[in-house]
């Protein structure tokens, strides 16, 4: 059985605003975040697009970088889904 990667991702929601999060399966997340379900953000202003997917070895260290992604402005995380 293979052991599914982590991921961090970034999406764009429609308000313009970015929403960060983490999965071991990113095209079910989506899907989910697509049909509205998640965070209060996420129902309200449905995501347009994923930006950004950055993997992680474990759920411990994608909790970490979403955490310092999510303290980043949005200028910064704009920086970093340019240079991904």
């Given at each position: 059985?293979?052991?599914?990667?982590?991921?961090?991702?970034?999406?764009e929601?429609?308000?313009?605003?970015?929403?960060?999060?983490?999965?071991?399966?990113?095209?079910?997340?989506?899907?989910?975040?697509?049909?509205?379900?998640?965070?209060?953000?996420?129902r309200?202003?449905?995501?347009?697009?994923?930006?950004?997917?950055?993997?992680?070895?474990?759920r411990?260290?994608?909790?970490?970088?979403?955490?310092?992604?999510?303290?980043?402005?949005?200028?910064?995380?704009?920086?970093?889904?340019?240079?991904?």
């Amino acid at each position: 059985m293979s052991k599914k990667r982590w991921i961090v991702y970034i999406l764009e929601m429609s308000n313009g605003k970015y929403y960060t999060g983490i999965t071991n399966d990113i095209e079910k997340r989506l899907a989910q975040h697509r049909a509205g379900k998640g965070s209060k953000i996420v129902r309200a202003f449905l995501p347009i697009k994923a930006l950004y997917i950055e993997l992680a070895r474990n759920r411990s260290e994608a909790s970490k970088r979403e955490a310092q992604i999510k303290k980043m402005s949005h200028a910064a995380k704009k920086k970093l889904v340019e240079q991904k």
